[in-house]
């Protein structure tokens, strides 16, 4: 749906003759760098073409009127600036409305309420960052109708805090990096533990980055998330015995081998086993874009999954099922789980020319063992959260 739809779709739901304005923040798949964000180790993501818009006019009282496109059935939800406070009910709205609760608890100047619409074509659930991806589409509304001006840092900050304190996950930075820093044809690397990162354009030749959706729904909260994160806060615990280290993404592969004894329990081990090689990987994985060698990059990124299955153990049927029948396909330099895992979507960089074949075969394969189709999305790599203005609208 383009953005003149909607607008008449905001006025006849908000019943207005007001033109609201638009905002559009992206979701991200991530090439390479998984479950190392909250280990303070390196991510490489990148925000795509399928995301978030974010239709709103201020209003003059204090009320919130929400309404997603997504969501008809639940109508419009209704809440006052007075009380912003998490409600299971209010379902996906929590999201919009933690943001807004956030940005005036941080003292930005938000005085009346809005009415704002959602839309959003990122699959739900599949791992492509939704929930991220309504936060910074919110936070970049705000900022543009009171007129604030907001540090993206500061943003991107506000949004993991949503997620970890008023959502109940545990999740890491990568997500509102990658959507409120993207940047068109560029991955970017990130170092979670100082925040510093670099853009390096995305250069795949006659290769092109697709997404495919197991299809397999999962929500983090109801995953084992936060568990692998409180293993590897136990492992680290064990290994500051001996090394002195704030995270698990400061230990070098020859020190971790070294020092893995004193992580008493086994899977404790195996998990801080996969973030200290796959923060390794992340940053072998950019030079080899940089030297071009895309050969070695796809090769990092199956070793990621590789050990996202045996070490982390995020993978599960599906996942395995899809990226096996990638790995099997002419063409394809690599392939892997991108996001949190337990479901959701892999990635793969395919020959352009053996894409239509590449999808043919491995859903083939998908539907044969699984039992039902995977969906393939072309990833354009895109810009992050930002206003849209008349006129440039895809
Ligand atoms: C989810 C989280 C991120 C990150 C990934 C795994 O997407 O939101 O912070 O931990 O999982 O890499």
Redesign the pocket.
Known sequence: MISLNLIQEFQRIFNTTQTPRTFFAPGRI?LI??????NGGH?FPASISYGTYALGIKRDDQKLRLHSINFQNQGIIECNLADLSYNKADNWSNYPKGMLLYLKNAEYEITHGADILFYGNIPNGA?L?SS?SIEMATGVLLEGLYNLSIDRMKLIQLGQRI?NEYIG?N?????QFAIAMGKRDHAILLNCQTLEYEYAPLELKEHAVVIINTNKQRT?AGSN?NERRAQCELALLELQKECKIESLGELTIEDFEKYKHLISDNINQKRAKHVVYENARTLEALNKLQQSDLQAFGKLMNESHISLKSNYEVTGFELDTVVQAAWEQKGVLGARMT??GFGGCAIAIVGKDKMEEFKNNVNAIYRDKVGYDATFYMAAIGDGAKEILEGAVQ
């Open positions: 991530n760098g998984e479950h190392t964000d909250y991510v791992g960052s991220a997620e996950v999740s890491g930075i990568m997500d983090l998330y996001g949190a």
